[in-house]
């Protein structure tokens, strides 16, 4: 999963190294907008220069399987060049 690395993870919090990107701000911004829709994300950050998201979630949504969905078909949408399978089992195991 080099297209997307873990940068450091604490309760109700990830933050992601996104090298696809890097000095793109549209597409920061379509991260912003497409993972802040999603019911139990509080805020998403971005920094196109580097490359890097954070996100703030409700950490309880956890156990629940439709956001857990949505995460994963956000992911898949925005980044489809990163294993749909791989990824999730990579977050989880950070959280």
């Given at each position: 999963m080099e297209d997307i690395k873990i940068v450091a993870t604490r309760p109700?919090?990830?933050?992601l190294a996104i090298?696809?990107?890097k000095n793109n701000q549209?597409?920061?911004r379509q991260v912003e907008d497409?993972?802040?829709?999603?019911?139990?994300?509080?805020q998403v950050e971005t920094d196109a220069v580097r490359g890097l998201v954070s996100i703030?979630?409700?950490q309880q949504l956890?156990?629940?399987?439709s956001f857990l969905l949505q995460l994963k078909e956000t992911f898949s949408s925005l980044f489809p060049e990163v294993s749909a399978t791989?990824?999730?089992v990579s977050i989880s195991r950070s959280l």
């Open positions: 109700g919090q990830i933050s090298n696809k990107m549209t597409l920061a497409r993972f802040g829709a999603i019911s139990g994300i509080r703030d979630f409700d956890l156990s629940s399987l791989k990824l999730p």
